[in-house]
């Protein structure tokens, strides 16, 4: 039984660590996420970084693995 409060207390502690991680920046670095992993519900924020700007005048296309 104690065993198994122990797992339960370890997935718990593993979801909140990955909840509040920091931002992670793209590898051409025009962009940054504050998430890259964690438990559903996940909410991912991206922020793009300067120069690039992203809004009603200049929109951005965005490519998830290069798939066109």
């Known amino acids: 039984m104690n065993l198994r409060i ?3 207390l370890l997935l718990l502690s593993l979801c909140t660590a990955l909840t509040y991680a920091q ?9 940054e996420v504050d998430q890259v ?3 559903v519900p ?3 924020n991206v ?3 300067p120069p690039l700007v992203c809004n ?3 929109p951005c ?3 998830f ?3 066109g």
Do not use: Q, R, W
Not at 24 to 31: C, E, M, P, R, T
């Open 56 to 58: 009603g005048a200049t």
């Open 61 to 63: 296309d965005m490519d």
């Open 42 to 44: 996940l909410t991912v």
């Open 47 to 49: 922020t793009m970084l």
């Open 37 to 39: 992993k964690g438990c």
């Open 6 to 8: 122990t797992v339960i």
């Open 23 to 31: 931002p992670y920046v793209s590898n051409l670095g025009h962009f």
């Open 65 to 67: 693995e290069n798939n």
